[in-house]
């Protein structure tokens, strides 16, 4: 059984827009106990089986996802053998299109299985360059992406709590990227470095998502929720992950969290939510 984590962006700046399309970003990604659970065995078919299950099964393509891409890549690159095809279930916990990550997640928990060792620097960029940008975050727990190809290992492990809370909005990534029309200046702060946790708090707070006010124009929903939750007792700060549409609080601890959550259940009984914490 394989434990397939989320990540939450706990800032997220946008530099500038590449060649290639895509947007120069800085941020600081965690991954967090909120996980897809993956299963793999070998079988006796001519092609790969993919077998979705779990309360956001219905949101996935069972047969063009980061998982078949993955084994292809894998295949190409000989590092599985071309005729040997696999079952994959995963059972879903992590909310689709939510900016947590998930089939990204999903993308490089295989790669690790399959590999098992550690991944190399021109490996890690076949597979983003093919499966998608993402999938670096999930190499380590606690990174700070200076730029696009850039990321950087914390150097001390932080441990908070969070609340987790899905809409049920279906941002896409795409759309909301296309509607940046202004850029951020770069961080000079290596967040990687940071060793006080006191310090680490006041500097994250300052921080922003700069696709949060996009996301936020268009689903006036997410707005409330990040309001809401800033609020509770003991939350630090509430800010919404990745292109969104979930928000996270970054909590003092576990009781705060499991107040804060009663709390919101009141609020927005018909919202997903969870508390969880950093691995």
Known sequence: ???????????????????????????????????????????KKKKDV??????????????????????????????????LKYKVNIYKNIPVFSGLGGSASNAAYILKYFIKKKITTQTLKIFTKKVGSD?????????????????IRYKKKFHFHFIIVYPYIKCSTKKIYSQVRGFSPKVKQNYANIKSKKRFITLIKNERNDLQKISTSKFTKIKKIINFV???????????TGSGSACFGMFRNKKSASLGMKSLKKKFPRYWCVVTKTI
């Not at 990540?7 to 060649?19: A, E, G, P, Y």
């Open 230 to 240: 800033s609020k509770q007792k003991g939350c630090y700060f509430s800010r919404m």
């Open 1 to 43: 059984m394989i434990k397939s984590y989320c990540k939450i962006n706990l800032s997220l700046r946008i530099l500038n827009k590449l060649k290639s399309g895509l947007h120069n970003i800085q941020s600081n990604s965690f991954l967090l106990d909120l996980h897809d659970i993956i299963k793999i065995k070998k079988i």
């Open 50 to 83: 993919v077998v979705i299950s779990g309360p956001f099964k219905n949101f996935i393509n069972k047969n063009k996802n980061s998982i078949i891409e993955t084994l292809t890549v894998l295949r190409q690159k000989k590092m599985l053998e071309k005729n």
């Open 135 to 151: 999938l670096n975050l999930f190499i380590y727990n606690q990174t700070f992406q200076k730029n696009f190809k850039n990321i």
